[in-house]
C-alpha cells in the first residue's frame, strides 16, 4: 500500500481545491492544506489525535496543515463537502499565515452561537457554488468568497501562530508518521508487533509507543483493530465471502471478536447487516488496494444540486 500523504491536485485553481464525496471510509492521511469539512447528509466520525469527533448533519470540521485525520461514515449515504486550501492563497498580504493554527476543530460547537454558525455555513456553500458553477469570472467570486470566509474565522474563532522551529518538527514528525502508517498498512493483516517497527524505524519501543499515542491519540494495537475493522466492513458490504474468510482475510483470530467490534461501532453485527441487504460481489475481483479507501465522488452538476437542497433545507439552521 502506499503512504497516505495526500498530494493534493488543484486543478481549477491554484490554491484551492472543492468536491462533494459519497463518504463510506477515508484512512489516516495528511496533507499541506487547510482542509474545512461539512456534512450535507448523513453522520461520521473523524479521528485526529485528541481521539474521535462525532459529525452530523450541517457540522463542520476544520483540519490545520499536516495534521493527521481519518474518516468514517456511521450512516449510508454520507455527503460530505471538502474544502481544501492552500495557505499560499493570501501569503503576500498575511505572511503568518504559513505559521497560523487554529486550535479547534470542530467549527459548529454550541458555544459559538447559531448567528455564528449560519454565516460560517452561508461562506461555505457560496464559495462552493462559485466553484462548481464555474461561469465567467468565477475565479474573481471564488477568491472573494475564500478571504470572506478566512476572515469570519481568524475573527470568531481561537488560533495562534507557532514558531519556526515548532514547524520544523510537526513536518519532521508528520514525515516519520508517514513511513510508520505505511509499514502498519502494509502488514496489519497480518501478525504485526510494535516491536517490528521500532526495529524498521531504528527507534526504542517506548519513544515510538509514546510517539504514536501522541500523533493518533490511541494505542498502536487498537489502530491495528480498527484498520481491520474497516477492511473486513468493505469486505462484508461489498463482497459475498464468508464472515470466516473475512476474518482470516483481515488479521482477526474469531469471528467473535469481530462481531463484537463491528457491534460496538455500528449497533449491529455483520450477519444482521447482510441479512437487511443485497450483497453483491462488484468488488471481489479487484485488488485490495481498491477497498482501502471507499469514496464516491460527484460531478459538477450533481454537486451543485446537492448544494441547493442542503440550501434550499437550511443546513445551517
Avoid at 11 to 24: A, G, K, P, W
Avoid at 89 to 108: A, G, Q, V, W
Wanted: charged share 25%; with cysteine.
Amino acid at each position: 500500500m502506499e503512504q497516505e500523504y495526500e498530494i493534493v491536485k488543484h486543478l481549477q485553481l491554484e490554491d484551492l481545491n472543492i468536491f462533494l464525496v459519497n463518504m463510506t471510509y477515508r484512512r489516516l492521511h495528511v496533507h499541506k492544506e487547510f482542509e474545512i469539512c461539512m456534512v450535507l447528509a448523513g453522520s461520521l466520525k473523524v479521528y485526529e489525535r485528541q481521539g474521535y469527533i462525532s459529525l452530523g448533519r450541517g457540522d463542520i470540521v476544520l483540519f490545520n496543515p499536516r495534521q493527521a485525520h481519518e474518516l468514517h461514515s456511521l450512516t449510508e449515504n454520507t455527503v460530505l463537502l471538502s474544502i481544501q486550501i492552500s495557505g499560499n492563497f493570501c501569503r503576500k498580504i498575511y505572511p503568518d499565515i504559513r505559521l497560523l493554527e487554529f486550535e479547534e476543530n470542530i467549527l459548529t460547537l454550541d458555544k459559538y452561537g447559531r448567528e455564528q454558525k449560519a454565516r460560517l455555513c452561508g461562506s461555505i456553500l457560496n464559495l462552493a457554488k462559485f466553484y462548481f458553477l464555474n461561469a465567467p469570472g468565477y475565479n474573481f467570486f471564488c477568491m472573494s468568497s475564500l478571504f470572506e470566509l478566512w476572515g469570519i474565522l481568524i475573527n470568531y474563532y481561537p488560533w495562534h501562530i507557532i514558531t519556526e522551529k515548532e514547524k520544523a518538527e510537526r513536518y519532521n514528525k508528520s514525515n516519520r508518521l508517514e513511513h510508520i502508517m505505511a509499514y502498519i498498512d502494509a502488514h496489519f493483516t497480518d501478525k504485526i508487533l510494535l516491536t517490528d517497527i521500532a526495529e524498521e524505524e531504528h527507534l526504542s519501543l517506548n519513544y515510538l509507543s509514546h510517539f504514536f499515542k501522541d500523533m493518533i491519540g490511541m494505542s498502536f494495537q487498537q489502530y491495528v483493530a480498527l484498520l481491520r475493522f474497516d477492511r473486513a466492513r468493505r469486505l462484508v458490504e461489498h463482497t459475498s465471502m464468508s464472515i470466516t474468510t473475512i476474518c482470516m482475510e483481515c488479521g482477526f483470530s474469531d469471528y467473535r471478536y469481530l462481531n463484537n467490534i463491528y457491534k460496538k461501532q455500528l449497533g449491529y453485527t455483520p450477519i444482521e447487516y447482510r441479512n437487511s441487504h443485497a450483497v453483491t460481489d462488484g468488488y471481489i475481483e479487484k485488488k485490495a488496494t481498491d477497498l482501502e479507501n471507499m469514496q464516491e465522488f460527484y460531478s459538477r452538476e450533481e454537486s451543485l444540486k446537492l448544494l441547493k437542497i442542503a440550501e434550499t433545507q437550511g443546513i445551517f439552521i
